[in-house]
């Protein structure tokens, strides 16, 4: 499954930017949507996640009352929301979707962790916050 998002660009400091990712051609109904981020030099880190059935959102802390995250399961998309961002929210932004009506979102002491089992991804977008 091939996911691509879109919606990144630059943006100044308490500006906001809207994230969409959906597959490209035929997928499989996605369950556990997510986004992800990495900067220069860090480790990939999870932004935010939605199970598409009930709506259910989590966070990871540093994005909690700025990101939203929210999908269109007619569409078999999945949208970041962002708002008030900062320099240090600078990264690639990358999608990630699964199929498996028993995959789980992680979460863990700083909020949203992971998505189990492995998801697809998509190739990232850049967002720069100057």
């Known amino acids: 499954v091939q996911l691509v998002e879109s919606g990144g660009g630059s943006v100044q400091a308490g500006g906001s930017l809207r994230l969409s990712c959906a597959a490209a051609g035929y997928a499989p109904r996605f369950y556990c949507m997510g986004w992800f981020r990495q900067a220069v030099g860090k480790e990939r880190e999870p932004v935010a996640a939605?199970?598409?059935?009930?709506?259910?959102?989590h966070y990871r802390d540093s994005v909690k009352g700025r990101f939203t995250i929210s999908r269109d399961n007619a569409a078999n998309t999945v949208y970041l929301e962002m708002s008030s961002l900062k320099p240090e929210d600078t990264a690639i932004y990358y999608c990630?979707?699964?199929?498996?009506?028993?995959?789980?979102?992680?979460?863990?002491?700083?909020?949203?962790?992971?998505?189990?089992?492995?998801?697809?991804w998509g190739q990232g977008t850049q967002v720069t916050v100057s």
């Open positions: 939605i199970y598409s059935v009930s709506g259910s959102t």
């Open positions: 990630a979707a699964n199929s498996p009506g028993t995959c789980q979102v992680v979460t863990g002491s700083q909020g949203f962790e992971r998505i189990h089992p492995e998801p697809n």
